[in-house]
């Protein structure tokens, strides 16, 4: 079975920086589309950004310039470097694979990291 294991959570100070670790396994990591959505206390799950299997990235227009995902397939690992962060990004940070199967596509997910910044 597809696990994905985030890491790297805390708390971290206004205009902090705060790296994202997912450690991936049970699949062909290399050969698929990863993401990151975070989930803020009373809202709804919403992505963050996107990584496809050769290094495309793309992201929401609200992290755009502060944010940067990447992956290292060697490792089966994915990473979301936050900087410059407000209380605003206070939310569960969850990791996402996409991978096709048979017709259809499915979406395997993390257990989140919480990423809390406050003074």
């Known amino acids: 079975q597809v696990q994905l294991v985030e890491s790297g959570g805390g708390l971290v100070q206004p205009g902090g920086s705060l790296r994202l670790s997912c450690a991936v396994s049970?699949?062909?990591?290399?050969?698929?589309?990863m993401g990151w959505y975070r989930q803020a206390p009373g809202k709804q799950r919403d992505s963050v950004a996107v990584?496809?299997?050769?290094?495309?990235?793309t992201y929401v227009d609200s992290v755009n310039g502060g944010f940067t995902i990447s992956r290292d397939n060697a490792k089966n690992t994915g990473y979301l470097e936050m900087n410059s962060l407000n209380p605003e990004d206070t939310a569960v940070y969850y990791c996402?694979?996409?991978?096709?199967?048979?017709?259809?596509?499915?979406?395997?997910w993390g257990q989140g990291t919480q990423v809390t910044v406050s003074s």
């Open positions: 996402t694979e996409r991978q096709p199967v048979g017709a259809v596509f499915r979406r395997d």
């Open positions: 049970g699949s062909m990591f290399s050969m698929y589309d």
């Open positions: 990584i496809s299997n050769d290094g495309r990235t």
